[in-house]
């Protein structure tokens, strides 16, 4: 706990909070048309359909439509709106309540491609989703005509000709937030017009319209976050153990991992030295705090914070301090190339402290110990 003091020392001095906005084409997008067999699909056609078109049996239409979020939005990251834009080129009817719901079985896009205005569809192609099918013709839905929430995340309701918008809503919000905590349930949205009756069918132009500015977008705002990266292990480089477990260093908990000298060694290079890895799952970001927790067992024991250079591949002093003997906080915040310390591709971090007594004459009986170890990663 942090029962002496805190110090905080500032490379460069980080950013106010700030919100970013992406906006998004989607991933996939596709249609199920209606159809016992599943055999009619569009996954690379140039629209989408929702509605129930004027044909006397199996008229039900249904968009599907992702868009890779985690990709395009830093984990940790609070989202704060979501509108949906979709362009509607091709309509039968009046005005119609469409409805949004997030999918819960993952689909596919094949190489389907409908002629003329796509109303019919194309025979599905390996791995379109289908009205039975997710992945034609292995995988399937778990009912005909897709799986989603009941509950609409958004409506609009969609008229003439032109771009509609959906959102934002706290559904839609709701879901994206998921998308971005657990990219694996990712599976979209379904647009679901008015079945009820027939003859109420929209066509919405796909992701791979020729006119750009027709496709789908999802507009996103949100606030960069921070990720909290705990270590994922610790060596004694020097020193032997006294007590403490790799879970110690999570937690300003008063648990502790101890080493103290060994008793033989009377070099002048620091005797006990713990080197923690972790890693970050933001490679680039705005910052990085790392936190050292920790206190020796006497007074005059020197500690060095020191993080790995991966641009260098050397260690680079942060901070060097005088511990007390009671537990003291040091922050080290690196907002001016923080990246520095993070491993292209890997996301590794380690960082190595050292400590070594001032006043030889009390050596080898002190120990260091340390309560915690984090990064703190923000974008
Ligand atoms: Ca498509
Ligand atoms: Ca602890």
């Known amino acids: 706990m942090k029962c002496f003091a805190v110090v905080v020392l500032v ?3 980080g950013g106010a909070v700030h919100a970013d906005q992406v ?12 159809d016992p067999d599943g055999l009619w699909s569009n996954g690379a056609g140039q629209h989408l359909f929702a509605g129930r078109t004027a044909q006397v049996q199996n008229s039900v239409r249904r968009a599907l439509l992702a868009f890779d979020v985690a990709g395009a939005i830093p984990p940790g990251a609070t989202i704060n709106s979501v509108t949906l834009r979709l362009n509607m080129s091709m309509t039968i009817s009046g005005p119609q309540e469409m409805t949004l719901h997030r999918v819960v079985s993952n689909w596919g896009e094949g190489a389907s491609d409908a002629f003329g205005n ?3 569809g194309a025979p599905a192609e390996a791995g379109d989703a289908t009205w039975r099918h997710t992945f034609f013709d292995t995988q399937f839905w778990g009912g005909p005509g897709g799986d989603f929430v009941a509950a609409p995340s958004a409506m609009a309701v969609v008229d003439q000709f032109g771009p509609y918008t959906w959102g934002s809503t706290s559904g839609m919000v709701g879901d994206v937030q998921g998308w971005l905590d657990n990219p694996a349930a990712n599976f979209g949205w379904v647009l679901i017009g008015n079945e009820a009756v027939s003859v109420t069918a929209k066509r919405f132009d796909s992701r791979e319209n020729p006119v750009p500015e027709n496709r789908p977008v999802l507009i996103v705002d949100y606030t960069p976050g921070e990720v909290v990266v705990t270590p994922e292990s610790f060596t004694r480089v020097r020193g032997l153990p006294v007590s403490g477990v790799l879970s110690d260093l999570f ?8 080493t103290r000298p060994d008793v033989f060694r009377t070099s002048a290079v620091p ?8 890693q970050s799952p933001i490679q680039s970001p705005a910052e990085l705090l790392i936190r050292v927790e920790s206190h020796a067992s006497v007074n005059n024991i020197f500690q060095r914070l020191m993080a790995f250079n991966y641009d260098t591949s050397q260690y680079e002093v942060l901070n060097s301090r005088t511990l007390p003997t009671t537990d003291i906080v040091t922050d080290v915040i690196v907002a001016a190339n923080p990246g520095r310390f993070i491993e292209d591709g890997t996301g590794n971090m380690r960082v190595l402290l050292q400590y070594n007594a001032l006043a030889f004459t009390i050596a080898p009986i002190w120990q260091a110990r340390q309560d915690q170890v984090i990064w703190r990663v923000r974008n």
């Open 11 to 13: 490379i460069v001095a």
């Open 23 to 34: 906006q998004l084409t989607p991933m996939k997008d596709n249609t199920l048309y209606q």
């Open 118 to 120: 796509e109303g019919s």
């Open 251 to 258: 937690l300003s908990d008063d648990l502790r991992v101890v």
């Open 271 to 278: 005797p006990v030295q713990i080197e923690v890895r972790g």
